[in-house]
T-cell receptor, first 112, second 112 residues
Framework: NAGVTQTPKFQVLKTGQSMTLQCAQD?????MYWYRQDPGMGLRLIYY???????DKGEVPNGYNVSRLNKREFSLRLESAAPSQTSVYFC???????????FGQGTRLTVV | KQEVTQIPAALSVPEGENLVLNCSFT??????LQWFRQDPGKGLTSLLL???SQREQTSGRLNASLDKSSGRSTLYIAASQPGDSATYLC???????????WGAGTKLIIKP
C-alpha cells in the first residue's frame, strides 16, 4: 500500500542547476499538491493540480514549474536552483480539494 | 488573510498524562480543519479532519474539537505514550479550495 511516493529523498544541487522532483500516488486521487517546509514555518503551497490536465499557482510559485503527467503523477521542476530553494519538499494528494490529504515522505533539497 | 497559530511551539510532558494542543485561526469562515502528525525525517500523517459543521472528531486516544466562532481547535491526547512524540500540525481549508493554511506546529516530547 504505497500511497504517495516521492523521489529522490535527498538531493544536493549547485546554484543554477536544474532538477525535477517526481511524485506518484496510487489512490486514484484527483487533486495533487507540492508544498515546501522551512524551519519554524508552516508548509506553503507551491503549485497544485485540482484534476488531471490542470495546474494552478499556490502561495510561493516563483522559481518552480509543474507538470501533471497523468492522474497518478505530478512533478515539480526547478529550472535554475537558488540557495533560497533549500527546503524540504512534500507532495500530497486528496480525492478532491478540501478532502483529507495524504503526504509523501518528503525530499530534502540543499542548494549550495 | 487567514493565519494559523499553534502555541506552544514545544511541549514536554511525562508519560501517562493527558494533554491538549492548541490551534487558533483568524478567519472563522473555514471549510474544515485537519490535524497532522509529523515524525522526524518523515512525511505527514493525517490524524483527524473536522468539517466546519462538526464540533469534534475522535480517533482512539485522540479527540479534536472545533469552535469556529472563537477561531480555535484543540487536539486532546489521552494517556500519552513515548510513541506520541512528534510534531503536530493543524491546517485550515477555506471554502473547499485547494490551499491548506498551516500552523508552524507543536513539537511534543513524551518522557518515559
Amino acid at each position: 500500500n504505497a500511497g504517495v511516493t516521492q523521489t529522490p529523498k535527498f538531493q544536493v544541487l549547485k546554484t543554477g542547476q536544474s532538477m525535477t522532483l517526481q511524485c506518484a500516488q496510487d489512490m486514484n486521487h484527483n487533486s495533487m499538491y507540492w508544498y515546501r517546509q522551512d524551519p519554524g514555518m508552516g508548509l506553503r503551497l507551491i503549485y497544485y493540480s485540482a484534476s488531471e490536465g490542470t495546474t494552478d499557482k499556490g502561495e510561493v510559485p516563483n522559481g518552480y514549474n509543474v507538470s501533471r503527467l497523468n492522474k497518478r503523477e505530478f512533478s515539480l521542476r526547478l529550472e535554475s536552483a537558488a540557495p533560497s530553494q533549500t527546503s524540504v519538499y512534500f507532495c500530497a494528494s486528496s480525492e478532491h480539494g478540501g478532502y483529507e490529504a495524504f503526504f509523501g515522505q518528503g525530499t530534502r533539497l540543499t542548494v549550495v | 488573510k487567514q493565519e494559523v497559530t499553534q502555541i506552544p511551539a514545544a511541549l514536554s510532558v511525562p508519560e501517562g498524562e493527558n494533554l491538549v494542543l492548541n490551534c487558533s485561526f483568524t478567519d472563522s469562515a473555514i471549510y474544515n480543519l485537519q490535524w497532522f502528525r509529523q515524525d522526524p525525517g518523515k512525511g505527514l500523517t493525517s490524524l483527524l479532519l473536522i468539517q466546519s459543521s462538526q464540533r469534534e472528531q475522535t480517533s482512539g486516544r485522540l479527540n479534536a474539537s472545533l469552535d469556529k466562532s472563537s477561531g480555535r481547535s484543540t487536539l486532546y491526547i489521552a494517556a500519552s505514550q513515548p510513541g506520541d512524540s512528534a510534531t503536530y500540525l493543524c491546517a485550515v481549508n477555506r471554502d473547499s479550495n485547494y490551499q491548506l493554511i498551516w500552523g508552524a506546529g507543536t513539537k511534543l516530547i513524551i518522557k518515559p
